[in-house]
């Protein structure tokens, strides 16, 4: 299932907003869902009101028929009355089984493994694909300082980078950048842009980006003397 444009109530201010929201999340059909998923980068609320991010709370499923796994989530605080979310698991449930071919309909498919919460259903995706659970607080660690620099101000920004500067490195960066595309897909192009202001201005406050500068210059000057050849 495509995402819907829709507007749901921010959970901050209750301003309504516009949220592309995504609810099956079916590797069979779409290979990206995964990585998708596991990164977080769906359902993103970016209110011009309050500036509150999260995402969006709404029922989902996750498909990965190589490894036999159905999961479901309907989040706690929607207060859904249980035949409501078993007809909302059910209709998402028929769509992903409709579109297997019948070798492909299996018996796991009529045992979904629900899940409570948003991160705890990635994290059974995650240790489906072999990730343990130290690997995860690592990476949850990361994100987390992710969020923490793209909400700082601009005045905070240097002395933060020097009280985490062995913690900006190549997947600090990647996962900012990350961040910058899933915001900007989401129709946030100024909480983008702040995303990658904050990733350039880091780059001139950290070791990381000192080296990575150094090596630049060093590959340019090399090219440099290859064209005076």
Same mark, same amino acid.
């Given at each position: 299932?495509?995402?819907?444009? /829709? ?7 209750? /301003? ?27 359902? !993103? ?6 500036? =509150? ?13 190589? #490894? ?17 979310? *078993? ?12 579109? @297997?071919?019948?070798?492909?309909? #299996? ?35 990361? /994100?987390? @300082?992710?969020? #923490?620099?793209?909400? !700082? ?6 002395? @933060? ?11 600090? =960066?990647?996962?900012?950048? @990350?961040? !910058? *595309? ?30 990575? #500068?150094?090596?630049?210059?060093? =590959?340019?000057?090399?090219?440099? *003397?290859?064209?005076?050849?």
């Amino acid at each position: 299932m495509p995402p819907l444009r /829709t507007r749901v109530a921010c959970p901050n201010c209750r /301003t309504p907003v516009a949220v592309n929201l995504e609810q099956v999340f079916d590797v069979a059909q779409d290979p990206s869902a995964r990585n998708r998923f596991i990164g977080g980068r769906f359902n !993103a609320i970016h209110c011009p009101n309050c500036r =509150f991010q999260g995402q969006a709370s709404t029922p989902l499923l996750y498909h990965d028929p190589d #490894k036999e796994l159905l999961l479901t989530l309907v989040p706690m605080e929607l207060g859904l009355p249980q035949a409501e979310q *078993e007809k909302i698991i059910g209709r998402m449930m028929n769509e992903v089984i409709n579109r @297997l071919p019948p070798e492909k309909r #299996k018996g796991y498919l009529l045992n979904p493994r629900p899940a409570l919460t948003l991160p705890g259903m990635i994290e059974r995706v995650l240790e489906g694909e072999g990730v343990t659970k130290e690997m995860l607080e690592a990476q949850r660690a990361k /994100t987390q @300082l992710v969020q #923490k620099f793209a909400t !700082a101000s601009d005045e905070d920004l240097p002395g @933060l980078a020097k009280a985490h500067d062995a913690d900006l490195d190549y997947t600090f =960066f990647q996962l900012l950048a @990350l961040s !910058a *595309e899933a915001t900007a897909a989401s129709g946030s192009q100024a909480g983008a842009q702040r995303m990658l202001a904050v990733r350039d201005r880091l780059l001139d406050l950290s070791s990381f980006g000192a080296q990575a #500068k150094k090596q630049q210059q060093a =590959f340019e000057d090399a090219a440099r *003397e290859l064209q005076a050849l």
